[in-house]
């Protein structure tokens, strides 16, 4: 039985076929399997496993590598607060740990009613709005800790909820036309390039 949702399974199986080799649709799929738990679970990964061709612990390695995909529950809300250079300089250090007080939770960690995991993060690529603050991956220009204070009182009212979906996704707004292309045009594709390759393996074998 399937651990995805009816829906989530088949975008990954339209994902997995959009790709000459299975194992190669892994990080989307795992992005799929972070959407409907809010991290990776050990059932998740063995699905990506089952549907990319790979093994849980192959799919478990991949995963630990990206700082984006979590392998413990963590809160509705992961917010990180950049601490490199340009954000240091501006305060990023005061308003982490002013995030830690707001929210309750000691970085790394995740507050009490399982809304907030706090991150420290590198460089999020907004220097220009320093201290960069990020919740779930969207920036939300929040820089002094009276905003912060404000953002987070917003999110634990369920007011911000049209510009931050629960931690894990991605982006609301599903492909819906389906592959432009038939499952047996890809297979024929694939068996095509699998051919093509095996024969230039034997002629540089020659
Ligand atoms: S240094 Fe913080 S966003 Fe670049």
Redesign the pocket.
Known sequence: MSHFRPELRQRAEETVALYPERRSAMLPLLHLAQEQDGYLTDEGMIEVAELTGTTPAEVRGTAAFYDMFHLEPVGKYVVGV?T?????LAG?EELLAHASETLGCAVGATSADGLFTLEETE?????NI???VQVNHRFVRTTTPDALDALVADLRDGKREDEIPPHGTLIRVKRSGGLRVSRQQIADERTRERAAREERTAKEGQ
Do not use: K, R, S, V
Not at 84 to 88: E, T, Y
Not at 123 to 127: E, G, Q, S, T
């Open positions: 950049c490199n250079i340009a954000c240091l990023g460089c999020l690529a907004d220097c320093a201290p960069c």
